[in-house]
C-alpha cells in the first residue's frame, strides 16, 4: 500500500506560481512511476504529467507542457509540481497518483495504470 497526501493548492491570481507537494508513505517510494492529474468542476479528470521511477523521464499533457515541472525527491519521498504562468483554465482539484508500472510512455496518460491515489488538494486561478 501507498499513501499520498498532497499540498500547496490554493487561490492564486493568472500569471501566478504555485508548487504542489505530494508526500508518499508505505511502500518503497523509489519503486514507483508517480503522476498528477486533475479534474475541473463539471469535466473528467485529466493527465497533467507524470515522471519514472527514476526521475530520468518525465511526460507533460499539451495544456501544460513549457509551464509545468513535474519533479521527485525520492529523500523525501515527495513528488512536486511547479505551476508557472497560471491560467484561469488550469482551475482544479489536482491528484497525484502512483503507480508500480506504467510502461511505455504512451500509457502514462492513463490514469487505469495508476493503482493509487490522494484526495487532491484545489488550485483556483482567478482572472
Known amino acids: 500500500q501507498v499513501q499520498l497526501v498532497e499540498s500547496g493548492g490554493g487561490l492564486v491570481q493568472a500569471g501566478d506560481s504555485l508548487r504542489l507537494s505530494c508526500a508518499a508513505s508505505?511502500?518503497?517510494?523509489?519503486?514507483?512511476?508517480m503522476g498528477w492529474f486533475r479534474q475541473a468542476p463539471g469535466k473528467e479528470r485529466e493527465f497533467v504529467a507524470a515522471?519514472?521511477?527514476?526521475?530520468?523521464?518525465?511526460k507533460y499533457a499539451d495544456s501544460v507542457k513549457g509551464r509545468f515541472t513535474i519533479s521527485r525527491d525520492d529523500a523525501k519521498n515527495t513528488v512536486y509540481l511547479q505551476m508557472n504562468s497560471l491560467k484561469p483554465e488550469d482551475t482544479a482539484v489536482y491528484y497525484c497518483?502512483?503507480?508500480?508500472?506504467?510502461?511505455?510512455?504512451?500509457?502514462?496518460?492513463?490514469?487505469?495504470?495508476?493503482?493509487?491515489w490522494g484526495k487532491g488538494t484545489l488550485v483556483t486561478v482567478s482572472s
Open positions: 497518483a502512483a503507480s508500480a508500472f506504467l510502461g511505455s510512455t504512451y500509457y502514462w496518460s492513463d490514469a487505469v495504470r495508476y493503482g493509487y
Open positions: 508505505g511502500r518503497s517510494f523509489v519503486n514507483y512511476a
Open positions: 515522471i519514472s521511477w527514476s526521475g530520468g523521464s518525465t
